[in-house]
T-cell receptor, first 119, second 114 residues
């Protein structure tokens, strides 16, 4: 079974600085998706960025970028020029790309990292 | 489009009571699922459905029941509420269970069992 590990329960960053959130995962599959979700105090789950495992190029969305190391099974999120609105829980998640049957198509989440941004 | 609508947003139950958390989507999504979120535990899958009439268990299904009689609705039933079921519940949907489709989440239901 696949697992997702976020080893940093809490992180803090100064406004305008850069922060990196860590995520590692375990899988025997070669074809999958990885995600970062943001959950602000409103509780809404917001997709930040997505990476397809078959793509070597790291995904980027404005100030958010990932460092995807497939061999190391690592998927870190870098937030540049941090803003007060970036303060939230961040979840790393995994999903199989292929339909094997069973529960492989579901999202598997890490336990989350709470990010605070200091003004 | 309303997206994924969860009701109620908040609920307090007494131990032993039953209730149904509602989830509806208007995007013609084939796949729907229920997660619970507990502090320090992330989101854990309770039940999921890959289409009308088809449901299956996730990681933490005990104490919960689901059915999927229509594409739009996927209610989660608590049969006899226990304090261990105090949690925030999220419903999520996707166009398809497989392939390159994103998930849409509801805004969550905070349930307290006393």
């Amino acid at each position: 079974a696949q697992t997702v590990t976020q080893s940093q329960p809490e992180m803090s960053v100064q406004e305008a600085e850069t922060v990196t959130l860590s995520c590692t995962y375990d899988t025997s599959e070669s074809d999958y998706y990885l995600f970062w979700y943001k959950q602000p105090p409103s509780r809404q789950m917001i997709l930040v960025i997505r990476q397809e495992a078959y793509k070597q190029q790291n995904a980027t969305e404005n100030r958010f970028s990932v460092n995807f190391q497939k061999a190391a099974k690592s998927f870190s999120l870098k937030i540049s020029d941090s803003q007060l609105g970036d303060a939230a829980m961040y979840f790393c998640a995994y999903r199989s790309r292929r339909n094997y049957g069973g529960s492989q198509g579901n999202l598997i989440f890490g336990k989350g990292t709470k990010l605070s941004v200091k003004p | 489009n309303a997206g994924v609508t969860q009701t109620p947003k908040f609920q307090v139950l007494k131990t032993g009571q039953s209730m149904t958390l509602q989830c509806a989507q208007d995007m013609n999504h084939e796949y729907m699922s229920w997660y619970r979120q507990d502090p320090g535990m992330g989101l854990r899958l309770i039940h999921y459905s890959v289409g009308a009439g088809i449901t299956d268990q996730g990681e933490v299904p005990n104490g919960y029941n689901v059915s999927r009689s229509t594409t739009e609705d996927f209610p989660l039933r608590l049969l006899s509420a226990a304090p261990s079921q105090t949690s925030v519940y999220f419903c999520a949907s996707s166009y398809s269970w497989s392939g390159d489709y994103g998930y849409t989440f509801g805004s969550g239901t905070r349930l307290t069992v006393v």
